[in-house]
């Protein structure tokens, strides 16, 4: 009639309440892992509530409080994660012989609050058979110390079998005595201040205290009223310090049992790096010098790392005379940056976990005391104050500017939900809606995030105002971004104007004039930069056309093309000159609008016929502009037969004696005038008259 139980927990079943749960779901996203003398369940999404089940039917709800005095802790992070730690000689799980551990934990989910809330079951059994002699646990909300006990076995019978006037709902008490072949739990002393305890005042006070079969296991809220602060080695450490002491008739044995965890005082911080120092002789737990470590292992979240891992995410672990001292780059793989927001200021911090595993032995005794201590770490608040970037191309026309802007650098949890300006507030979707294509982009490792926006110069959100005297026109943009942290949904904004300052348009001249031979066109462009295209006839002026017929002045060029360029027009023929048209368009090289039309038209002196002393004559006809269709190569002279000594597209070249191709002569006033006439064969063409005269050779 035997039975082994820890001595707290047979109590808390008589306190506990036993409600069955009615859903128990999959488990699929719950993780456990053995991880030593601690089991490690990693949840997501968040739970709301967490219960440890006990011997399958009694459900005890873990109240922070209890949490702490039963050796279980959680962590949440920002992302929706969260872990949960247990001890495995916390008072729930079921100890088989100090050597196989079983807990059974549930975890309820938030739900949508009509519904009973999603629960999921999570069980895990570790073995754990390594004990040393003394194991010290310090996890972020307690202290434990476990010690081989050295009496013999202790039975533990509960003090009220049911459910008594102590075991009042909610409140967690363990009235238990150990009697072993006798020996009878009777009291705790703690050191230095001597008070003396009975088990139930013990337990009372949020410690815990329990016998299993091989151990004596002690856990005390940091900062409990019987732990004090000692520096060791220049590290601010917690101590918990106890005598127990069981009876047998007029027998007192004592077992000491001491626990020592670093506060947070003991870490430095510089804007980069992450510094922990551990005494590496912890004088409280060693009376003599007999002690050397063995080991030394670094974890994150309880899990030991190996060297490569460390080595990977840059942690270092340095042993030196006096401390064990971990460094961690702020922003390292494994910790987590979170936003805060403090007098609407912007700041993160930057969290982790590091873990770390120590083995001493007692070279008399030859005992070993491990050592484990799970350190939260959080920096101080890092001023990141956001700024507004502006990329603004000003290298444009007013009705294609945009304000480009981007707003940064914010960590991931936070979200930008609105914008107001002067005369509105607008949310995302809205500024969207709008044009203001709002874009979250993320920093390549995916660590940060930075908001962009464009805002059209021509929306009316935009501020115009035109100073004319100075020939400018000012675009401003006054903005405050409303934006939040997430979980915690903390507002905050950011206000910011930006302004941009334009040229005014002057739309570019173009001017005009000849010479004898050729069109001078100049294209004067202001105070802008040329942002048009130049169309010369039918042709773009390219890069090889400029080369070949343009000349630049500071804010202009200059365009000179000879009267007879394919890109002029013939508007008409004279026996002595030629009219002829060059077309200028100044086109928007966005849309081909035309800015400015300029066209210039001139007679060019130009002796189309001519007579030569030997009897011949040449004759060059052109095609004008209101003959489109003709082909100079069809015209022939007065006789048919006689074509085109050479032809193209826009002349035909006669060259021909004047006493052939039909060639007429009469004399007028003792000049011989040849008449001959060039036409397409048909006579029904419009027809171009080449009248020769000749008053000097002839006379
Ligand atoms: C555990 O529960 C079973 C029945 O479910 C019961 O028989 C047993 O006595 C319980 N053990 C303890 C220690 O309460
Ligand atoms: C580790 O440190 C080196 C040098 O400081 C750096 O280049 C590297 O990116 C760091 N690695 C990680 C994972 O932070
Ligand atoms: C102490 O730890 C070391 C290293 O793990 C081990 O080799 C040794 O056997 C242990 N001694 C005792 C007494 O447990
Ligand atoms: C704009 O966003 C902020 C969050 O920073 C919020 O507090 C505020 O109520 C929002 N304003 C409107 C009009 O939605
Ligand atoms: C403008 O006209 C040119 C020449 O015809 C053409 O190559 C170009 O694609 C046009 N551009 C636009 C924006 O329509
Ligand atoms: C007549 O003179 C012109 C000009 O010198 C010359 O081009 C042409 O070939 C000559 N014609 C003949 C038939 O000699
Ligand atoms: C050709 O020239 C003659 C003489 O100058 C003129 O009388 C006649 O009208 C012209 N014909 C045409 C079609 O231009």
């Known amino acids: 009639m035997i039975i082994f139980l820890s001595s707290g927990l047979f109590c808390l079943l008589m306190a506990a309440v036993g409600i069955q749960a009615q859903q128990t779901p999959s488990i699929n996203d719950l993780n456990a892992e053995c991880l030593g003398n601690v089991i490690r369940l990693s949840v997501a999404p968040l739970f709301e509530d967490v219960d440890a089940v006990f011997n399958d039917t009694q459900i005890i709800n873990l109240t922070p409080g209890l949490a702490t005095q039963c050796g279980f802790s959680f962590k949440f992070d920002p992302m929706g994660n969260a872990m949960f730690f247990a001890s495995l000689q916390n008072c729930f799980s079921q100890n088989m012989d100090d050597k196989m551990f079983s807990l059974v934990m549930q975890f309820r989910l938030p739900g949508n609050h009509m519904t009973e809330d999603p629960v999921y079951r999570v069980g895990k059994t570790c073995s754990y058979t ?72 013990v337990q009372r006070k949020g410690y815990a205290i329990a016998n299993t079969p091989t151990r004596l296991v002690l856990r005390s809220p940091h900062n409990a009223e019987e732990t004090y602060l000692q520096n060791v080695a220049g590290v601010p450490m917690r101590v918990l310090s106890t005598s127990t002491f069981f009876e047998q008739k007029w027998l007192v044995t004592r077992v000491d049992a001491t626990a020592v965890c670093p506060t947070p005082e003991a870490v430095a911080f510089t ?41 990977a995410r840059n942690y270092s672990v340095l042993v030196t005379e006096a401390h064990i001292i971990v460094e961690i780059p702020v922003g390292a793989v494994g910790g987590y940056f979170k936003s ?79 914008i107001t300006f002067p005369t509105m507030v607008l949310t995302v979707a809205e500024c969207n809606a709008r044009g203001f294509n709002v874009q979250e982009q993320r920093s390549p490792d995916n660590t940060l995030k930075t908001f962009r926006m464009e805002v059209p110069f021509s929306d009316p959100v935009v501020f115009k105002e035109r100073r004319a005297e100075q020939g400018v026109t000012t675009f401003t943009l006054q903005l405050i971004y409303g934006l939040v942290i997430f979980p915690e949904y903390a507002p905050f904004s950011h206000s910011a104007v930006v302004d941009a300052v334009l040229l005014d348009i002057v739309p570019p001249s173009v001017t005009g004039n000849c010479d004898q031979e050729n069109f001078h066109i100049t294209v004067d462009y202001r105070n802008q930069e040329p942002f048009f295209v130049v169309l010369v006839g039918k042709r773009l002026l390219n890069h090889e056309f400029a080369q070949q017929y343009l000349t630049e002045g500071d804010t202009d060029f200059t365009i000179t093309l000879p009267f007879s360029s394919p890109d002029a027009v013939f508007e008409s023929v004279h026996s002595s000159s030629v ?61 048919p037969a006689c074509g085109p000594t050479y032809s193209d597209d826009r002349f035909a070249y006669f060259h021909f004696t004047v006493n052939s191709c039909g060639t007429t002569r009469k004399f007028i006033n003792n000049v011989m005038l040849y008449e001959n006439e060039i036409s397409l064969p048909d006579e029904l063409e419009v027809k171009l008259n080449a009248t020769t005269s000749s008053e000097e050779e002839y006379q």
């Open 271 to 311: 804007p980069e790096v992450i510094t922990w120092y551990m005494p590496k002789h912890i004088d409280p737990l060693f009376s003599s010098d007999a002690f050397t470590m063995l080991e030394v292992y670094m974890g994150i979240d309880a899990k030991r790392l190996d060297t490569e891992e460390m080595a």
């Open 130 to 201: 390594p004990w040393t002699s003394r194991e010290i646990l310090c996890d972020r909300n307690y202290m434990e110390v476990s010690v081989r006990r050295t009496l013999p076995d202790i039975q533990t019978i509960p003090k009220q079998p049911t459910g008594g006037p102590k075991a009042r709902s909610g409140n967690f008490r363990r009235g238990a005595e150990a009697v072993a072949s006798g020996y009878k739990m009777t009291a705790v002393v703690f050191s230095p201040s001597k008070n003396v305890m009975n088990v139930d005042e």
């Open 340 to 418: 805060h927001i403090q007098d609407d200021q912007y700041f993160v911090t930057y969290t982790i976990e590091p873990m770390l595993e120590l083995l001493w032995i007692e070279e008399v005794a030859h005992e070993n005391t491990s050592y484990k201590v799970l350190f939260p770490i959080t920096t101080p608040p890092m001023a990141r104050p956001p700024q507004v970037r502006n990329y603004t191309p000003l290298d444009t026309v007013p009705e294609q500017a945009v304000f480009v802007l981007e707003l940064g650098t914010f960590n991931l949890d936070v979200e930008l939900l609105n």
């Open 579 to 639: 009219r002829s048209r060059l077309d200028v368009a100044l086109l928007n090289p966005y849309n081909n609008m035309t800015i400015k039309y300029f066209s210039l038209a001139c007679s060019f002196l130009k002796t189309l016929t001519e007579c030569f002393s030997n009897g011949t004559m040449t004759a060059l006809a052109v095609k004008v502009e209101s003959a489109p269709g003709l082909n100079p190569g069809q015209l022939t002279l007065s006789d």
